[in-house]
């Protein structure tokens, strides 16, 4: 059951979104995160962050980052949305979610305390990494800039982590900074990118934005972003490509596959099958086979979306 306290999260954070206007920058208003995101073509969320829809979400859990770097490879302007050189928790477990962004600073205290003053004026105590945390939703990736820091840089111990798997009902974690109790995160099965592990608390920073862009290593990331990651790294995918970049990645997933069989067949030199057939009789195989794994998928597709789905209490870990 939802509190009527946590309900009224996604309207604070429309309020909070103009916290630092006048003061540090960064941050957008609903109507300004509309407009930044106008190429959207989901639903939003009451604070205006696009809302990517279950069902592709689902889509896109069993994609490889090269699957999904083959759909953004044609998107001009779109070449900085991967970014590496993560720690992992439970790289085995792919990660995908809607992007919630934080950003921090390191801290200047005439700045935090103007915006403090201002964030008890909407009703927040203190704007801390709780503050963010508690307005995550499900279904959500909490992405924070914390500017690399190690020491004093850590987002989440195992408490808050526990917190974000099951009782926001959280995606998954990326964070450029660091994480605390790592032995404790690691019992806990929701995936988590990291630069540092750390003993010490957040500290001698200041929370400057919720749900505004942040840079991400060498990306961009807009709120409401498609985050897909692996071991290779995370995707942060902007909402008006999602579509077509999974589409193209089912192909290419199907072609693989295929190739993969031909290669297992022993019949073939590599350059007969690969990156394409040779032979004008492989080129039909492969057309006909395509057809038929994309039709098989979308009929499984189209019966997965005909059941009810509803945000399940995770079991306890």
């Known amino acids: 059951m939802i509190s009527i306290r946590r309900l009224a999260f996604p309207l604070l954070a429309a309020s909070i979104l103009g916290l630092f206007a006048a003061v540090a920058g960064g ?21 205006g962050r696009p809302k990517v829809p279950d069902e592709i979400i689902d ?14 490879l044609n998107k001009k302007g779109f070449n900085n949305q991967f970014v590496d050189g993560f720690e992992i928790v439970h790289a085995g477990k792919n990660l995908v979610g ?5 950003q921090f600073m390191p801290l200047r205290s005439d700045v935090d ?9 909407h009703g927040i105590t203190r704007l801390t990494n709780q503050a963010a945390i508690d307005m995550v939703q499900p ?42 109790d790592l032995d404790g995160m ?11 592990a750390d003993p010490t608390p957040i500290g001698n920073v200041m929370l400057t934005g919720i749900n505004n862009p942040i840079r991400i290593g060498n990306t961009t990331v807009m709120p409401g972003d498609l985050v897909v990651g692996d071991r290779e790294g995370v995707y942060f995918i902007p909402p008006q490509f999602v579509k077509s970049a999974l589409d193209q990645a089912d192909e290419i997933h199907i072609h693989d596959e295929w190739t993969k069989k031909k290669f297992a067949e022993g019949k073939y030199k590599s350059s007969e099958i690969h990156p394409s057939a040779s032979d004008p009789k492989l080129q039909q195989e492969y057309k ?3 057809k038929k794994e994309l039709e098989e998928i979308a009929k499984k597709r189209k019966a997965q979306e005909a059941r009810p789905r509803s945000w399940v209490k995770r079991p306890s870990f």
């Open 27 to 47: 941050q957008v208003s609903k109507q300004e995160l509309t407009d930044c995101t106008s190429q959207n073509p989901f639903e939003r969320f009451p604070d």
């Open 59 to 72: 889509r896109a859990r069993e994609l490889s980052s090269e699957e999904v770097w083959a759909g953004l």
């Open 98 to 102: 809607r992007a919630f962004t934080v």
């Open 113 to 121: 305390d103007v915006a403090e003053a201002k964030a008890k004026g």
């Open 139 to 180: 279904g959500d990736v909490l992405v924070v800039d914390l500017f690399g820091k190690k020491v004093n840089g850590t987002i989440v111990g195992d408490n808050l982590f526990y917190y974000l798997a099951k009782a926001a009902h959280a995606a998954g974690l990326v964070v450029d900074g660091s994480i605390r």
């Open 186 to 196: 690691s019992e806990i099965e929701m995936p988590a990118y990291y630069r540092h």
């Open 288 to 290: 006909e086979y395509l």
